[in-house]
């Protein structure tokens, strides 16, 4: 069984910065995908960044150049930096792993961005 669990959510102002982190715990030695999701106010989950077992790291076009996608293998965790926080970034933040075709998610973290 594997787990997640996010941290780091907040209220904060525009143009200020975050650091969400997801600590997995149990098999995840085949892990495919690491994916980072957030979920706006009576919208739709949506990616935000997915990394690849091959290193990879993609981008939803709104976050590109603005947040940055990270692990630590060490620790099992995965990060989300984000900076330059807009009010249209409050959302709901998840993360999801895929291995071997089980997807898993995580409980999510409140981020809200508001003056």
């Known amino acids: 069984q594997v787990q997640l669990v996010e941290s780091g959510g907040g209220l904060v102002q525009p143009g200020g910065s975050l650091r969400l982190a997801c600590a997995a715990s149990?098999?995840?030695?085949?892990?495919?995908?690491m994916g980072w999701y957030r979920q706006g106010p009576g919208k739709q989950r949506e990616l935000v960044a997915d990394?690849?077992?091959?290193?990879?790291?993609v981008y939803e076009d709104a976050v590109k150049g603005r947040f940055t996608a990270s692990s630590d293998d060490d620790q099992n965790t995965w990060f989300l930096q984000m900076n330059n926080l807009k009010p249209e970034d409050t959302a709901v933040y998840y993360c999801?792993?895929?291995?071997?075709?089980?997807?898993?998610w995580g409980q999510g973290t409140q981020v809200t961005v508001s003056s």
């Open positions: 990394i690849f077992s091959g290193g990879t790291i």
């Open positions: 999801n792993v895929l291995i071997l075709s089980r997807s898993y």
């Open positions: 149990g098999d995840i030695s085949e892990v495919d995908v």
